[in-house]
């Protein structure tokens, strides 16, 4: 029987420079030393410092647009809104996507489907909760057709 400690790779430390602030720092890479070398040179690296900053910015950003469209700031903590800020904006791509490919047969289908589209949204700018979204990240196209077509059942014109 082989020990555990057989079974891992070798790792290998290298030094590299930060894209952005130019400061050099350690990483740790486990593939082949050949193919860690290429990483090394080819990869563009950051430090922990310039990629922070980098992910302020982006969630700053992406949370600018959001609150164009009625949607509040999240509460997490940075790392957690950082990651929800991200996927908020992925899933108000797939709403936009799905009411851009819809068709209507008459106005009043029409009138119907953007009212269910805007309690949709306005249950959706409630959630201010950083964790609300990351739970519901795995949300699919097809998941917000159901919500909206359940909605829209309930819609009075």
């Known amino acids: 029987m082989k020990h555990p400690h057989n079974l891992m790779k070798e790792s290998y430390n290298y030094n590299v420079k930060c894209r952005t602030c130019r400061s050099l720092f350690q990483v740790q890479l486990f593939e082949s030393h050949e193919k860690n070398l290429f990483l090394v040179d080819k990869k563009d690296w950051y430090c922990e410092t310039c990629k922070k900053e980098y992910f302020s910015q982006q969630t700053k950003k992406l949370t600018e647009e959001h609150e164009v469209l009625g949607f509040q700031d999240l509460e997490g903590s940075p790392k957690s ?3 929800a ?9 797939k709403v936009n996507y799905l009411r851009q490919s819809l068709t209507f047969e008459n106005n009043d289908e029409k009138v119907l489907s953007e009212k269910a589209f805007a309690v949709f949204l306005a249950e959706w700018q409630k959630e201010t909760d950083a964790k609300w979204w990351i ?9 917000i057709s159901k919500k909206i077509h359940e909605l829209s059942e309930t819609i009075q014109i």
């Open 81 to 83: 809104v950082s990651w």
């Open 85 to 93: 800020v991200k996927i908020r904006g992925e899933l108000i791509n």
């Open 135 to 143: 739970d519901h990240r795995k949300m699919t196209v097809r998941d």
